[in-house]
């Protein structure tokens, strides 16, 4: 990663709250772990699959513990696509929330786990 990268990544994260960066750190999580299971699907439709499956795991990881509701965790991930970290999509009428190739950049820099740990988070 180059400097202006770098650079304009920390600027994204600069103003973001502490819900926020955990909401981010579990995504990656919970996004991870579903496409563990299925390492060989790649489609873009399975991407959508996983997406939904990760928002579910999402839920049980950070309901109560972060956000007292659904409706809360989904205002803050809706408000997370400003940052490009989060693209939000629709399955089957549901909202979903799947991590973008720059956030995967960002994890590839931090280690969320041990963040996450730091903040007395259970993983998922």
Avoid at 18 to 42: D, K, M, S
Avoid at 53 to 60: C, D, F, G, M, S
Avoid at 108 to 124: F, R, V
């Amino acid at each position: 990663m180059v400097a202006d990268e770098f650079l304009y990544i920390a600027d994204v994260l600069a103003p973001l709250r502490r819900n926020e960066i955990l909401f981010l750190g579990a995504l990656h999580r919970c996004y991870t772990q579903v496409r563990g299971e299925r390492p060989e699907a790649h489609l873009e439709g399975d991407r959508f699959t996983f997406g939904r499956e990760a928002t579910q795991l999402l839920k049980i990881a950070l309901i109560p513990p972060v956000f007292p509701d659904w409706i809360t965790l989904e205002a803050v991930g809706a408000s997370l696509t400003r940052t490009g970290f989060v693209k939000e999509a629709t399955v089957e009428s549901a909202p979903v929330f799947l991590p973008t190739p720059l956030l995967s950049g960002l994890v590839s820099l931090i280690n969320i786990e041990a963040a996450c740990a730091a903040e007395g988070q259970k993983k998922p």
